[in-house]
């Protein structure tokens, strides 16, 4: 196939062709971009949490009448059996903020009492009673989880803030943080705020925090101290397999049936709480991919347009060489390399601009720099997407008839 | 003259119906995309109270610990401790409105009233210029005076939404709300209120709905245990047994007013004074690092706008210039596709002017055309935008204004894109095309 011809043809209509190859640039620019940012997101939405998602259902109760310590540790402890005693219900525990809610202790621990130590391990600090290990269902990697006499009622946030446990369970994430030679267990850690020490006891396989958006989303420690007083009370209740929708839609009238003056919020299953907790992530992911996907669309049109456009105004030279010999499919092979021309042109300049883009996001918004994997990936789909638009011009032309070259318009 | 070039741009859609849709399609893609990323950033990126949003401002002083900064790279926390903001609102010089306050939350029911459920509410305590401040709006009553603020009055001032729930909307001034034991008497009743962004309080989210109520500050002193904090405690220090109102956490806001330059370096002075008598009590231990930020400052500061809006914002335009681009080459196809027509206007007497000008009427009616459906398809787009946020209700909607935006941008866009293919279709040669007949 000669490409002088073509190249000559492409050249009668500069402009046009500048226009579909700019048009190609700006894509293969776009998409590329998109196409990473969206791999990102996906690839953390994807992270396991370590909680059994599709078996808990989360709940919080407010109350009129504040109680004091005991009467509220009595009260949580009639829930609790309460709960338990709802058929399908493995296990329900007490705590005071639901991780993935954006709502929670965000805390610090460190290996030293040194207030001016500097390497601080941010995480999420959970409440947890003897009962959360098999309420939120996770793997304990090593050590134990609390027992019930390790328990502590405190009456409110203010005495919370002055009590502290002497036993600690953390995350691997955070063990590996603070001890990466591995000798977490039974090691001593101090809360970064008041130098006490703690001792861990148990290590956690996975239990993500509160903040989705955080660097330290998987180091999150529980510590054994409940909020009795009422001023924040959630339980965690988890469910077998296919029971869960029951108990949601069940729990509200056991918790009120304990005490009809109070008031049951929230009653959300693990699901709804991680979506809500991504939803940026996931309206990101679907809106690049919505806007990719429309931009490919125009450009196949713009393509498309601009074959048929040249087909049209050629009918006369394309029956003069069918005429002259050409076969059906050498006009088609004319036509789809001319657009292959034009999009490898418009690529190549795209590939400019594809880093340009990314080079502006990195410096603008500290997103992270473009994997230069997606520029290829990219111009193969330019390339695929411009032989399908030229290829219903590229027939049509196929099928003009030599006698047409004999005809004056 | 106008009316015959419609006339002509009619009938030249009609005559080529496929490709004048295929234009429209292009024009209204651009615009509905690109309009539902503008719409949700300039809502977002919204004045959310024009009249003031110069003068007022939000405080923050350099209170967290010796050995590292509240944020990297050296950023004072964006809230004030319980004791700073109680001191400023009473030490501020006089003349200058200001108010401190903190979000809060309790339940409240109206003692008789058997059928109304108790409602959780998430308050505000205030000192009493927050309403003169930040321009609040009353449907009954008032807010309250600073000798309420001193002997902490038990008073209450309920949103509309509130007091709908509560008193079935009817003027609530004087009666009483219970919240626990006590009983609470409304002194004032808001009208529809909601800044968007919420900008005086944005820890509990920049779109999030205003309080549901409002009290005196004072009374939050009395209630520390039994209320609680309804927003962001961060401490760098352990509070003591006596909780977090007497330690260094932060949870409280504090905004004043400055109406101008000098009020402005007057008060930084005063802010500096108070830091350094601090650290004479062994406050403060970290370089003097106070801020003032006025409203617009305030939103940059706590990145309002999200990356995510930002960089699709950007994107959309990019999107919107594909669009345009696909629009000059078919309109450079059809209008070059009919030189032979344009050779025989041109031999005929039309001047280059009028040519150009009967083409340039075709584009802007391509224009109105493509920016009424990508208008609809804005719509649409930002439909699917509140379907993906669940916040977003406030920010995902057309105003007037913006209609006017996307109808002028759709027809600045088709006139943009028309005006190379009709200059170039007003530069041919009549003889040209005249001969090849």
Redesign the interface.
């Known amino acids: 196939m000669e490409i002088r011809p073509i190249l000559s043809a492409l050249m009668r209509n500069r ?2 062709a500048m ?2 190859a ?2 190609i640039a ?2 293969l ?2 998409l590329c ?2 196409a990473f ?1 969206v791999q990102q997101r996906l690839a953390k939405m994807d992270r396991p949490s370590g909680y059994d998602e599709d078996n808990i259902v989360t709940v919080r109760v ?1 109350t ?3 109680k004091d310590r005991d009467a509220g540790r009595a009260g949580i402890a009639a829930d609790l059996r309460a709960l338990q005693g709802m058929p399908g219900v493995v296990a329900a525990s007490a705590t005071a903020s639901v991780p993935f809610s954006n709502s929670g202790f ?1 805390w610090g621990f460190q290996k030293t009492p040194r ?2 130590d ?1 390497d ?1 391990a941010s995480t999420s600090l959970v409440l947890a009673d003897e009962h959360a290990l098999d309420a939120f269902g996770f793997e304990l990697a090593a050590g134990r989880w609390f027992r019930p006499e390790e328990i502590i009622p405190v009456a ?4 919370f ?2 009590t502290s446990a002497a036993a600690v369970v953390v995350t691997q994430a955070l063990a590996d943080q603070l001890f990466p030679d591995g000798n977490a267990l039974g090691s001593t850690i101090y ?1 970064s ?2 130098s ?1 020490p703690v001792t861990i006891v148990g290590i956690v396989e996975r239990a993500q925090g509160y903040f989705v958006n955080d660097t330290s989303f998987d180091n999150t420690a529980f510590t054994p101290i409940v909020l009795s007083g009422g ?2 009370l959630f339980y965690v209740i988890r469910t077998r397999p296919g029971e869960r929708a029951a108990v949601q839609r069940d729990v509200e009238s056991v918790l009120l049936k304990a005490d009809p ?1 109070r ?1 049951v ?1 929230r009653v959300q299953s693990f699901g709804e709480i991680r979506a ?1 907790a991504y ?2 992530d ?3 992911t ?3 991919l ?2 990719s996907a ?2 490919v669309a ?2 196949v ?2 393509i498309f ?2 074959m048929s ?1 040249n087909v ?2 050629r009918r006369k030279q394309i029956g003069t060489r069918r005429a002259l010999g050409a076969r059906r499919i050498d006009v088609v092979r004319h036509f789809m390399l001319e657009s292959w021309i034009i999009t490898t042109a418009g690529a190549a300049v795209g590939l400019v601009l594809a880093v340009g ?1 990314s080079v ?2 990195v410096n ?4 992270p720099k473009l994997d230069w994997r997606y520029l290829p990936v990219g111009v193969v789909v330019l390339w695929v997407v411009g032989q399908l638009a030229a290829y219903g011009p590229a027939r049509r032309a196929s099928g003009i008839e030599p006698a047409t070259a004999t005809r004056s318009v | 003259m106008f009316a015959y070039h419609l006339r002509l741009a009619l009938l030249s859609l009609r005559r080529t119906p496929a490709v004048s849709l295929l234009m429209i399609v292009a024009i209204a893609l651009g615009i509905g995309v690109s309009m539902t990323m503008v719409s949700v950033y300039t809502l977002m990126a919204n004045d959310p109270i024009p009249e003031k949003s110069d003068v007022l401002y939000a405080v923050q002083l350099d209170s967290w610990s010796p050995d590292r900064p509240y944020d990297e790279p050296n950023e004072p926390p964006t809230q004030l401790t319980w004791r700073d903001a109680l001191a400023l609102a009473e030490r501020s010089p006089a003349g200058l409105k200001r108010t401190a306050m903190a979000g809060t939350g309790f339940v409240a029911e109206v003692p008789g009233a058997g059928d109304v459920r108790p409602e959780i509410v998430s308050a505000r305590a205030a000192t009493a210029d927050f309403f003169d401040l930040f321009q609040v709006p009353f449907l009954y009553g008032s807010g309250w005076d600073h000798g309420s603020d001193q002997d902490a009055a038990r008073i209450i001032v309920l949103s509309r939404a509130l007091n709908e729930k509560l008193f079935g909307g009817e003027d609530s001034v004087g009666r009483d709300v219970r919240i626990g034991s006590e009983f609470f008497r409304v002194v004032g009743v808001l009208d529809e209120w909601q800044p968007t962004p919420r900008f005086y309080d944005l820890n509990t989210g920049a779109f999030a709905d205003t309080d549901d109520a409002f009290v005196p500050l004072s009374l939050l002193d009395r209630h520390q245990q039994d209320w609680g904090i309804n927003g962001s405690v961060n401490c760098w220090q352990a509070p003591s047994a006596e909780g977090i109102f007497p330690s260094e956490c932060t949870f409280t806001q504090f905004w004043v007013e400055l109406p101008d330059e000098a009020a402005v370096q007057d008060y930084r002075a005063f802010l500096d004074a108070y830091v350094q008598e601090q650290k004479k009590l062994g406050r403060f231990q970290r370089p003097l690092n106070n801020r003032l930020s006025n409203v617009h400052e305030w939103l940059d500061v706590n990145e309002v706008v999200r990356d995510d809006n930002s960089v699709l914002l950007g994107l959309s335009f990019m999107f919107l210039m594909v669009c345009l681009l696909n629009t000059v080459g078919l309109l450079l196809a059809k209008f070059l596709g009919r030189s032979g027509d344009v050779g025989v206007r041109r031999a005929l007497g039309a001047s280059r002017a009028r040519v150009f000008q009967q083409h340039l009427t075709e584009v802007g009616l391509l224009g109105v055309l493509g920016g009424v459906l990508g208008l609809a398809l804005a719509w649409l787009g930002l439909m699917g935008v509140q379907r993906l946020y669940v916040d977003y209700e406030r920010v995902a909607h057309l105003n007037t204004e913006l209609v006017a935006i996307a109808i002028g941008l759709a027809v600045a866009a088709g006139l943009l894109a028309g005006l190379y293919p009709a200059w170039r279709i007003c530069r041919i040669q009549p003889a040209t095309y005249l001969k090849t007949q």
């Open positions: 402009t046009g226009l579909v700019l048009q700006i894509t620019a776009v971009n998109a940012i407010v009129l009448d504040r965000g207030p001016d500097p601080v409110d946030f203010a005495e803030g002055s809360d705020s008041s006490r001023e924040a003056r008031i919020r809500e939803q940026n996931r309206a990101m679907i809106t690049l919505t806007v429309l931009l125009v450009t049109l713009g347009g601009l456009f049209n105004r883009l502006w996001l603008t918004f500290e997103l």
